[in-house]
């Protein structure tokens, strides 16, 4: 799951820019209701779009990886799977004949 570290952001962002952003002026710099990013700062299964994420990223001058974090870590095969900003995947070679014969 991909849980969105709104709150974590927020703090970064106090720290680096010297003053508090509140929840008001983030939802006029974003677009988005002040409900909407209570939400998502409160509750680690709040489903939101990728437009919210970078309108966010955006407005508190934040890289995504700073703002994403991957929670439960799933697999694939036996091998865990990890985000793609923290470790890049490897591709299993393929058979030569996995698509039939080329003629």
């Known amino acids: ?22 929840y008001k002026q983030l939802s006029e710099k ?12 409160a509750r680690s299964d709040y489903n939101t779009t990728l437009d919210t994420v970078d309108r966010i990223a955006i407005a508190l001058n934040c890289p995504l990886d700073d703002l994403l974090e991957q929670q439960n870590q799933a697999t694939f095969g036996n091998q865990p799977v990890v985000a793609a900003s923290k470790q890049r995947l490897r ?11 080329q003629d």
Not at 3 to 8: I, Q, Y
Not at 91 to 101: F, I, L, N, Y
């Open 1 to 22: 799951m991909i849980v969105v570290r709104l709150r974590e952001a927020m703090e970064r962002f106090r720290r680096l820019a010297g003053f508090r952003m509140t």
């Open 30 to 41: 974003t677009g988005l209701s002040e409900s909407t990013l209570q939400s998502i700062a």
């Open 91 to 101: 591709a299993e070679p393929r058979s030569k004949d996995v698509h039939g014969p």
